[in-house]
C-alpha cells in the first residue's frame, strides 16, 4: 500500500487506535442491551440504598444520604461498565479477526487502546446519566469550577485505568464469561470502601483494607469536591492509584498480547 | 517471488516433541500458482504460516517478494495476504465495514476505504450480503469476504490455507473462479489443499508434502504422469485368482478379494490392461474405475497407506 510507507510508525498507531476505536463503538451500540444492564444495576443500587436502607445508615456528615452515596455509585458503574470491555477483548482473542489484524500489523497496543477508549466513551455516557437519575432523586452537589473539573478528570482517570485493567483481564481469561466475572471484581473492591457507609461503621478487621485499596481515595475525593468539602490528600493518592493500575495494566497487557499470540 | 531452503519446525516440548516440518525447499516464480497438497496433519498450515510471518521457524531461511521473513517481517506482511484455513473475518461486523476496516487499517483515507469495499463486495459477488453481519454468512461467502479482505492492500504474493475446504461443491467452484480471476490479474498465488484435483485445476506447480518432508515436486502433469490418475479396483473371482493378480496391486483388501491398479482411465487402457492380467478371462469377477485419489498418489510417492499388512509393492 502506498500511502502507508509516508505515515510514520506513531501516525500509524494512531491512525490504527482510532480505527479500532471506531469499531468497538460501532459494535457497542449495536449491544444496547449489555450496556443498559451494566447501567440498570448501579442505579437500582442507588436506588435501594437511597430509600430502603440510606435512613438506617449514619453518614455523620449531615448531608442527605443519595449526595454520600452518589461517587461510589458512579465507581461501580465504570466497574460494570468496564466489564464489557473484558468480554470484548477476549471475544476478539478467540475470533477470527486477530489473525486479520495481526496480518496488517495492527500492534496489541491500538487493539487495546480501541476496546479502551470506547470503554471510555460507554462509561462517560453512563456517567452522566446516573448524575441525571441522582439529581431527580434529590442529589444537589456544590462544587467550585476547579472542584468539579477535578472530580471530572480524575473519573476520567479511574475510568481509563479500570478500562485498561478490564482489557487485561480479558487477556487472561479463557472463555468470555470468566472474563465477564470482572464485574465481581469490581464489586468486591467497592463494597468494602466508603461507596454506602462508613468505613468505620464496618468490622474492625477490614478497615487496613478498605482504607488502603484504589476505590476508597476516588471516592473520598469525588464526594470532597462534588461536595465542597475539603479532600486533603486523597486527590493525589486516588491520581497515583489510578496511573499505577493503568501503567501496570499497560505493560502487563502488552506482555499478555505477545504470549497469546506468538 | 518465494524462495525457502530447509524450513524446520518441532511444537512440543521433550519426549512430546515432534518434528512438524522437516527441511523443507520451495521455490514459487512470479505471477504462478502453486500448491502445497498434503493430507490432515502434514505441516501445510505451519509452512503458510511461517512464510506469512505469523509463525517463527526453529531453522532454515525463507524469502517472500525478497523480504527475509524473519528479520523483514513488517515488509513481508505488507506484501502478502493470508486467508487461513478458518476465515478471519469480524463476525460482529457487516461484510462491508470488515472491509473498510481494513482499508483504513491499510491507512486509506474514508472516502478511499469506501469505495475499495464497494469495489471488492462487487467482484466477490457480495454487493448483496454488504450489509449483513459477517456472523450470518455461509462458509463459501465467509471466505469470499476473508480474501477480499486480504486483498484490499493489492499484496503481491496470496496464500490461502485450504481455500475450499468444508466448502459445498457449488462454493468450492465460484471459489476456483476467483483464484483463476487472481492469478489472471498478475498475482503470485500460494495455495494448500487436501485434493489432488484442486491442485490439478488451479495451479502451475505442485509439491506434495507428507509428514514435514517434501515426497514430490513438479507441474500436474508430471505428477499424474506417476500416480497414473485412475485406479482400476478388481474383484477377484476367488482366492487362488487374488493371490495371481496381487503382486501387480497398488491396493490391496484380501477380506473382499479386491485389489487396485492405476490406469489413465481411458476404455483402450482398462481394455488392454484386463487382458495383459487376466489372458484366460477367468480370474476377474468385475471391476469398478475410481479417479486417483490423494490416497493414490501418496502410495505411489511413498508406498504408505496400503490396506494390508502385506510390504509395499509398487
Ligand atoms: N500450535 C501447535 N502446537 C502443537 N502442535 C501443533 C501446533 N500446530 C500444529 N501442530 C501439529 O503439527 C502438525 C501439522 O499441523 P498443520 O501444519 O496444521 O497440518 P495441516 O495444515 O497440513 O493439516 C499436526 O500434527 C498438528 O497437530
Ligand atoms: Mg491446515
Redesign the interface.
Known amino acids: 500500500?502506498s500511502?502507508?510507507a509516508i505515515?510514520s510508525p506513531v501516525g500509524?498507531a494512531l491512525?490504527?487506535s482510532l480505527?479500532m476505536t471506531?469499531?468497538s463503538v460501532?459494535?457497542n451500540t449495536?449491544n444496547v442491551d449489555a450496556i443498559f444492564t451494566s447501567l440498570m444495576l448501579p442505579i437500582m443500587l442507588m436506588l435501594i440504598f437511597v430509600y430502603l436502607f440510606g435512613g438506617a445508615i449514619s453518614t455523620g456528615t449531615g448531608e442527605p444520604y443519595v449526595a454520600y452515596v452518589v461517587p461510589g455509585v458512579l465507581l461501580l458503574c465504570a466497574g460494570f461498565g468496564s466489564s464489557g470491555t473484558a468480554v470484548g477483548v477476549n471475544?476478539d482473542m478467540k475470533?477470527?479477526?486477530?489473525?486479520?489484524?495481526?496480518?496488517?500489523?495492527?500492534g496489541g497496543a491500538s487493539i487495546l487502546a480501541g476496546h479502551v477508549a470506547s470503554s471510555t466513551v460507554r462509561n462517560t455516557v453512563s456517567t452522566v446519566l446516573v448524575l441525571g437519575v441522582a439529581l431527580l432523586i434529590g442529589f444537589r452537589p456544590s462544587p467550585t469550577l476547579p472542584g468539579a473539573l477535578a472530580a471530572a478528570g480524575l473519573l476520567l482517570a479511574f475510568i481509563v485505568a479500570i478500562s485498561w485493567l478490564a482489557a487485561t483481564v480479558g487477556l487472561v481469561t479463557k472463555s468470555p464469561e470468566a472474563a465477564g466475572a470482572f464485574s465481581f471484581f469490581m464489586m468486591f473492591l467497592t463494597y468494602p470502601s466508603s461507596t454506602f457507609a462508613p468505613i468505620d461503621t464496618m468490622p474492625g478487621w477490614i478497615h487496613g483494607f478498605a482504607h488502603h485499596q484504589p476505590v476508597t481515595p476516588v471516592i473520598e475525593s469525588l464526594r470532597g469536591l462534588l461536595l465542597n468539602d475539603p479532600v486533603g490528600s486523597a486527590p493525589w493518592i486516588a491520581l497515583a492509584w489510578c496511573t499505577g493500575i493503568l501503567l501496570t495494566a499497560m505493560a502487563l497487557s502488552g506482555r499478555l498480547f505477545r504470549n497469546r499470540t506468538a | 517471488m518465494i524462495r525457502a531452503t530447509g524450513l524446520e519446525k518441532s511444537y512440543g516440548r521433550g519426549d512430546e516433541r515432534v518434528k512438524v516440518l522437516d527441511g523443507i525447499d520451495l521455490s514459487v516464480e512470479r505471477g504462478t500458482v502453486f500448491a502445497l497438497l498434503g493430507p490432515n496433519g502434514a505441516g501445510k498450515t505451519t509452512a503458510v504460516r511461517i512464510l506469512a510471518t505469523l509463525a517463527d521457524a526453529d531453522g532454515g531461511t525463507a524469502t517472500v517478494a525478497g523480504y527475509d521473513v524473519r528479520t523483514q517481517r513488517r515488509q513481508v506482511r505488507r506484501a502478502v495476504s493470508l486467508t487461513g484455513q478458518f476465515a478471519s473475518v469480524d463476525e460482529k461486523q457487516t461484510g462491508e465495514e470488515n472491509l473498510r476496516m481494513v482499508a483504513r487499517l491499510g491507512g486509506l483515507s474514508r472516502p478511499a476505504a469506501r469505495r475499495r469495499a464497494a469495489e471488492l463486495l462487487e467482484r466477490f459477488d457480495l454487493t448483496a450480503a454488504g450489509r449483513r453481519l459477517a456472523g450470518t454468512y455461509s462458509g463459501g461467502m465467509r471466505r469470499r469476504l476473508d480474501l477480499a479482505a486480504g486483498l484490499v492492500g493489492e499484496p503481491r504474493v496470496i496464500f490461502l490455507d485450504e481455500p475450499t475446504t468444508g466448502l459445498d461443491l457449488r462454493s468450492r467452484q465460484e471459489l476456483w473462479q476467483v483464484v483463476r480471476g487472481l492469478s489472471a490479474g498478475g498475482s503470485t498465488v500460494f495455495l494448500t489443499t487436501q485434493y489432488l484435483e484442486e491442485a490439478d485445476q488451479l495451479s502451475d506447480r505442485i509439491a506434495v508434502l507428507d509428514g514435514g518432508r517434501l515426497v514430490a515436486e513438479g507441474t500436474a502433469t508430471e505428477l499424474k504422469s506417476r500416480v497414473s490418475g485412475h485406479r482400476l479396483d478388481l474383484v477377484a473371482t476367488d482366492a487362488a485368482a487374488y493371490e495371481r493378480l496381487a503382486p501387480l496391486a497398488v491396493q490391496l483388501s484380501p477380506d473382499t478379494l479386491t485389489l487396485g491398479l492405476p490406469t489413465d482411465g481411458t476404455a483402450a487402457r482398462v481394455r488392454a490392461l484386463l487382458d495383459e492380467i487376466d489372458p484366460r478371462r477367468r480370474d476377474v469377477a468385475s471391476f469398478t474405475v475410481h479417479s486417483a485419489t490423494l490416497d493414490d498418489v501418496f502410495l505411489a510417492l511413498t508406498g504408505r497407506g496400503r490396506t494390508t499388512e502385506e510390504p509395499a509393492r509398487v
Not at chain 1, 475470533?95 to 496488517?104: E, F, P, T
Open positions: 500500500m500511502d502507508t505515515i500509524r491512525n490504527n480505527v471506531a469499531r460501532r459494535l449495536r471475544e475470533g477470527g479477526i486477530i489473525d486479520r489484524l495481526r496480518s496488517l500489523d495492527v
